[in-house]
């Protein structure tokens, strides 16, 4: 059978997998790390590329690629195809005041979410183009094309020949603030409201569209962004919420008909499939586990170990995460904050616990939003380095009140942009049936009280707004 690749070039590297089209086999891997910081220039994102393909040895053999990507990094080409200044990430949150006018200037959230299904935040494009028309009108006018990380990868690898060839998908460019995953078109009044003028945008393909082919021949997929590409590696359906804890933290669901949420906090994207996937995402997310451990003085498994040892709700004990600002709530110059300390639980085993507990409530908030729009949950799956920890994984389901699947540690972006890349190869009405192995399910009782508790000090904690 023949061999796909798939891409998942993320915040922090880029990971290569190729794997059989036929059963999703996974026969070898590479990767390459990318730059720190919330701007980066796309050069670095092709050369890790590069260097992540060479690790998995090479896409010689490959007959179809597509790539995942992280959402909504602003890349600004000029006339000629050049990079206008380096992408604002996702989370870049210097365009949250851009944010707060955009939302006034159409006449409120709701208008917001009629036109594209999401209200603006610091993370979407829409927002930083703002923020580059505000603070850099030289770079604004310079720009001729918007496009994704996905969506430039994709564009190099069929040999960027002309902005007129960029192509994206309708998952990712249901997270650019200016596509409306209704209506399936673009609002380019939304993007010369937040650019200052128009711009080419890549042309939105269909789920198992072909978006060209490289150089070498490879079918080019069209891509899509990282969560939807988790979603279809996970081989997600309607009820199934995906909780991913990584970087950010996101819980997704697959839904059978679009969302729209005033308040904000879950954005109506699209899937990769041609359903729907509302989210709710978090900054906070394994970098809080990070830095308890720091705190504590120990590693990832002896924090699991402590936070276990502990009792459920840390004796009172909690931790509100907003260590880096936070995006649901919007509170984008948030700290974190600890309340509740008494001298019995001024140990380390204590706040563990309140760690890992702030970090799930802090998801399980965002789970609820979704429900409350009428979108089913019915099965969790846990994604993400942080779901390796068997603390995690307990406390998760009982502060979800749910049983949690968590499948073996993989590169699920990477996996379902190579089922796409499958899917477009095959030419079928569905992608390729990808089983997934070795599924750790953990379901304990639920404990209420620590949900109770976290809101309480949530709602009492004072944040800067």
């Known amino acids: 059978m023949p061999l796909v690749a798939g891409i998942d070039s993320s915040t922090q590297s880029c990971k290569v997998v190729v794997c059989d089209a036929a059963s999703g086999a996974q026969v070898r891997a590479g990767s390459a790390p990318h730059p720190e910081g919330t701007e980066v220039h796309p050069d670095h994102w092709w050369d890790a590329l590069q260097q992540a393909i060479a690790a998995a040895g090479g896409l010689h053999d490959v007959a179809a690629v597509a790539v995942g990507g992280q959402q909504h990094g602003m890349v600004c080409l000029d006339e000629a195809g050049a990079v206008v200044r380096p992408a604002l990430l996702w989370n870049d949150t210097r365009s949250a005041p ?168 879950v954005a109506g994207f699209a899937d990769a499939t041609g359903r729907y996937l509302p989210l709710v995402a978090t900054m906070n997310a394994a970098r809080v586990l990070d830095a308890a451990a720091r705190m504590v003085g120990t590693d990832h498994a002896g924090l699991s170990d402590l936070a276990l040892s502990a009792p459920a709700g840390a004796g009172g004990m909690v931790l509100v995460p907003y260590l880096e600002g936070e995006r649901t709530p919007n509170k984008p110059d948030a700290t974190g904050a ?85 899917w477009v190869l095959a030419g079928t009405a569905s992608p390729p049936d990808w089983p997934l192995a070795d599924v750790v399910e953990t379901e304990v009782p639920p404990t209420p009280a620590v949900r109770q508790r976290y809101a309480e000090v949530r709602d009492l904690t004072a944040v800067r707004p």
């Open 98 to 265: 851009a944010a707060l006018d955009l939302i006034a200037e159409l006449g409120g959230p709701q208008l917001w979410v009629d036109a594209v299904g999401l209200v603006p935040v610091a993370s979407f494009t829409v927002t930083k183009l703002r923020w580059l028309r505000d603070h850099e009108p030289e770079h604004a006018a310079r720009t001729a094309a918007v496009c994704l990380p996905h969506d430039w990868l994709t564009w190099r690898l069929a040999g960027a020949v002309g902005l007129d060839t960029l192509v994206t998908d309708r998952g990712d460019a249901s997270g650019t603030g200016y596509w409306s995953p209704t209506t399936g078109e673009y609002r380019r009044d939304l993007l010369e409201l937040g650019l200052g003028h128009d711009a080419v945008l890549p042309r939105v393909l269909g789920p198992a569209e072909r978006a060209g082919t490289t150089p070498a021949g490879q079918v080019l997929g069209p891509g899509t962004g990282d969560n939807a590409a988790a979603a279809l590696g996970l081989g997600a359906t309607s009820g199934d919420v995906v909780l991913s804890i990584g970087t950010s933290g996101v819980a997704c669901a697959v839904a059978d008909r679009p969302v729209g949420d005033p308040t904000g906090a």
């Open 338 to 422: 600890l309340h509740g300390l008494r001298l019995e639980t001024a140990n380390p085993a204590y706040l563990a616990r309140a760690a890992v507990e702030g970090m799930l409530c802090g998801l399980a908030d965002g789970l609820d939003a979704v429900r409350s729009l009428g979108t089913p949950v019915e099965r969790v799956v846990m994604v993400g380095g942080a779901a390796r920890s068997r603390a995690v994984r307990e406390i998760a389901s009982a502060v979800l009140g749910l049983p949690v699947t968590v499948p073996q540690p993989g590169e699920y972006v990477a996996r379902g942009a190579a089922r796409q890349a499958a």
